[in-house]
């Protein structure tokens, strides 16, 4: 049971927590989910029972426990919850387990037969979710020794050996160079750029060994669920569902000039900023709600910071706005099932948005929330939390295009900090998917070079300090195919931008992404499209 908690400093046990205040409700909430973790239970499902029967009772205890999963989710990361690590723990434990002996269940797999078999799309869809959630299913020794290499590995990223500069590369007030922040500090104020070189390949320069220990167990794991290897299995439902076709596209986008990671930040701090009038929150949202509105997309405000949104008179859910934080993002409290629940989604952002990158982003995680709400499938298996597909964002980051192009967004000025920090991110996603994709399949695939600043050992560590590289791995070039993806969409289609917006992300009738590209594009879609469409801009890029 969790331990009632003062708000009083002096209570606290903890003594990271002293002179800490928290919120009464959020620790009360945190008491709830305790007690309904406690009491949860899941009913085994009935036998020799009719599809339709058995599917509702399935449908039933999937959304109890994803929803009280979810839950738990939101409050992870607030600062009340790390006075009950324990607790959290055990209930995420609970709950995984019990997810995996629902899955398991006999019943289950003649369930996934008769939905995979149907003719029926939205069943269809189902069963290879459900199929695919069985296949993801590790034993509990296999996750145990993933989490401690992952674990490991968090603390070797955070551990480097102290680099201390030789006298010729000084700088004033230096100290040794032990964490990133001590090293962005150097590298931003030392006009050397063979002292600026010297240090960042001294700092990332450690062994590496514990994380092919970690590729392997990814590996393991994937044959125990019936694949050859990780990359095999996580390809299986994509788009791009072969490493060569990921390759192509990664070669199609890379750039022959990439800027140097100890240089970025000298380049950044003399560039110019892009003119920026500052925006209030109030007034972008109350424009973008008159464009969704072009979409069948209609708002119910119920207090300042609560909306009701609808598609089309059919409600979808519900909007808390808060105003009150420093970055824009979206918070999702309950994913929307027809006929079971509508979706509870927090959007936050600044009151007053001091530039372009910042209106973008609010745009961005407003489009992403809104597309939740759209895609309302008949089962929570079918949701977008459930889906790993590397077409996952492709309805929010469309959406989030076609609403910058209605809103007039000004993009940033070339040569602008604005634009070179985007291309610099751009190159380095580029480089760590093409080093994700030759770890995993553990072949060469005859790639010329990672980057314009060698295939060195300092360059692997830089790509493994992010710990972003072990939770997205290979799919890190799912973001950037989407987006050119969305562009092309955008820009190819023949069809109206509400027919689009039914098509990709209302998705009623559940159909396959490759259908649905094809009725939008007119014609089956094709990766060389989007290959040749960013030759050109390279060549356009080169020939100015």
Not at 191 to 219: A, G, H, L, M
Not at 445 to 456: D, R
Not at 458 to 466: G, T
Not at 500 to 511: A, D, G, K, M, T
């Given at each position: 049971?969790?331990?009632?908690?003062?708000?009083?400093?002096?209570?606290?046990?903890?003594?990271?927590?002293?002179?800490?205040?928290?919120?009464?409700?959020?620790?009360?909430?945190?008491?709830?989910?305790?007690?309904?973790c406690?009491?949860?239970?899941?009913?085994?499902?009935?036998?020799?029972?009719k599809?339709?029967?058995?599917?509702?009772?399935?449908?039933?205890?999937?959304?109890?426990?994803?929803?009280?999963?979810?839950?738990l989710?939101?409050?992870?990361?607030?600062?009340?919850?790390?006075?009950?690590?324990?607790?959290?723990?055990?209930?995420?434990?609970?709950?995984?387990?019990?997810?995996?002996?629902?899955?398991?269940?006999?019943?289950?797999e003649?369930l996934?037969?008769?939905?995979?078999?149907?003719?029926?799309a939205?069943?269809?869809?189902?069963?290879?979710?459900?199929?695919q959630a069985?296949?993801?299913?590790?034993?509990?020794?296999?996750?145990?020794?993933?989490?401690?290499?992952?674990?490991?590995?968090?603390?070797?990223?955070?551990?480097?050996?102290?680099?201390?500069?030789?006298?010729?590369?000084?700088?004033?007030?230096?100290?040794?160079?032990?964490?990133?922040?001590?090293?962005?500090?150097?590298?931003?104020?030392?006009?050397?750029?063979?002292?600026?070189?010297?240090?960042?390949?001294?700092?990332?320069?450690?062994?590496?060994?514990?994380v092919?220990?970690?590729?392997?167990?990814?590996?393991?794991?994937?044959?125990?669920?019936?694949?050859?290897?990780?990359?095999?299995?996580?390809?299986?439902?994509?788009?791009?569902?072969?490493?060569?076709?990921?390759?192509?596209?990664?070669?199609?986008?890379?750039?022959?000039?990439?800027?140097?990671?100890?240089?970025?930040?000298?380049i950044?701090?003399?560039?110019?900023?892009?003119?920026?009038?500052?925006?209030?929150?109030?007034?972008l949202?109350?424009?973008?709600?008159?464009?969704?509105?072009?979409?069948?997309?209609?708002?119910?405000?119920?207090?300042?910071?609560?909306?009701?949104?609808?598609?089309?008179k059919?409600?979808?859910?519900?909007?808390?706005?808060?105003?009150?934080?420093?970055?824009?993002?979206?918070?999702?409290?309950?994913?929307?099932?027809?006929?079971?629940?509508?979706?509870?989604?927090?959007?936050?952002?600044?009151?007053?948005?001091?530039s372009?990158?910042?209106?973008?982003?609010?745009?961005?995680?407003?489009?992403?929330?809104?597309?939740?709400m759209?895609?309302?499938?008949?089962?929570?298996?079918?949701?977008?939390?459930?889906?790993?597909?590397?077409?996952?964002?492709?309805?929010a980051?469309?959406?989030?295009?076609?609403?910058?192009?209605?809103?007039?967004?000004?993009?940033?000025?070339?040569?602008?900090?604005?634009?070179?920090?985007?291309?610099?991110?751009?190159?380095?996603?580029?480089?760590?998917?093409?080093?994700?994709?030759?770890?995993?399949?553990?072949?060469?695939?005859?790639?010329?070079?990672?980057?314009?600043?060698?295939h060195?050992?300092?360059?692997?560590?830089?790509?493994?300090?992010?710990?972003n590289f072990?939770?997205?791995?290979?799919?890190?070039?799912?973001?950037?195919?989407?987006?050119?993806?969305?562009?092309?969409?955008?820009?190819?289609?023949?069809?109206?931008?509400?027919?689009?917006?039914?098509?990709?992300?209302?998705?009623?009738?559940?159909?396959?992404?490759?259908?649905?590209?094809?009725?939008?594009?007119?014609?089956?879609f094709?990766?060389?499209?989007?290959?040749?469409?960013?030759?050109?801009?390279?060549?356009?890029r080169?020939?100015?």
């Amino acid at each position: 049971m969790l331990v009632a908690v003062s708000t009083d400093a002096a209570s606290s046990p903890h003594k990271d927590f002293q002179h800490k205040k928290f919120d009464a409700t959020v620790l009360a909430s945190l008491q709830l989910l305790n007690e309904q973790c406690k009491a949860f239970s899941v009913v085994p499902l009935s036998k020799k029972q009719k599809f339709e029967y058995l599917l509702g009772e399935f449908e039933k205890q999937s959304l109890k426990i994803n929803n009280l999963s979810d839950a738990l989710s939101n409050f992870v990361n607030l600062p009340e919850s790390r006075l009950f690590t324990r607790e959290i723990i055990n209930c995420q434990i609970k709950l995984s387990d019990t997810w995996r002996n629902l899955l398991y269940q006999p019943q289950v797999e003649n369930l996934i037969q008769q939905l995979t078999n149907s003719h029926n799309a939205k069943f269809r869809e189902l069963g290879f979710r459900l199929s695919q959630a069985r296949n993801s299913q590790a034993t509990q020794n296999q996750l145990a020794r993933l989490r401690i290499l992952e674990a490991e590995i968090a603390q070797w990223a955070k551990k480097k050996t102290p680099v201390i500069p030789s006298k010729l590369c000084l700088i004033p007030n230096q100290e040794n160079i032990i964490d990133n922040s001590i090293l962005h500090f150097y590298l931003l104020n030392q006009p050397q750029e063979s002292c600026r070189k010297q240090i960042w390949t001294q700092f990332y320069k450690q062994s590496t060994t514990i994380v092919q220990d970690w590729i392997e167990q990814k590996n393991t794991i994937a044959q125990y669920s019936g694949y050859r290897t990780f990359i095999e299995q996580q390809q299986f439902y994509n788009i791009l569902n072969k490493p060569q076709s990921i390759l192509n596209y990664l070669q199609s986008k890379s750039s022959t000039t990439a800027i140097e990671p100890w240089n970025i930040g000298q380049i950044l701090k003399n560039a110019p900023r892009t003119s920026f009038a500052k925006l209030q929150l109030e007034t972008l949202l109350a424009k973008s709600f008159i464009q969704l509105s072009k979409l069948g997309i209609s708002t119910q405000q119920l207090t300042p910071n609560l909306y009701r949104i609808w598609l089309n008179k059919r409600l979808l859910g519900h909007l808390y706005l808060d105003a009150s934080q420093t970055k824009s993002g979206s918070r999702v409290v309950r994913y929307p099932v027809i006929g079971h629940q509508f979706a509870d989604i927090t959007l936050t952002a600044p009151k007053i948005l001091t530039s372009n990158r910042k209106v973008k982003q609010f745009i961005s995680q407003l489009a992403r929330t809104v597309t939740i709400m759209a895609d309302s499938p008949e089962f929570y298996l079918s949701s977008n939390t459930m889906d790993f597909s590397d077409s996952r964002e492709l309805g929010a980051i469309w959406l989030t295009k076609w609403l910058q192009q209605q809103l007039k967004i000004t993009t940033a000025s070339k040569g602008s900090r604005e634009q070179i920090a985007q291309t610099y991110q751009q190159q380095l996603n580029i480089i760590k998917a093409k080093w994700a994709l030759l770890v995993f399949t553990g072949q060469e695939y005859n790639v010329p070079a990672l980057s314009a600043f060698n295939h060195s050992s300092s360059l692997v560590n830089y790509i493994y300090s992010d710990p972003n590289f072990f939770s997205q791995n290979i799919g890190i070039y799912k973001g950037l195919f989407q987006d050119d993806l969305a562009s092309m969409l955008l820009e190819k289609s023949k069809i109206s931008a509400n027919q689009i917006f039914e098509i990709l992300v209302v998705n009623e009738s559940r159909q396959a992404i490759n259908k649905r590209l094809n009725v939008i594009l007119a014609h089956p879609f094709e990766l060389k499209d989007i290959i040749n469409i960013n030759k050109l801009k390279s060549k356009k890029r080169s020939s100015n």
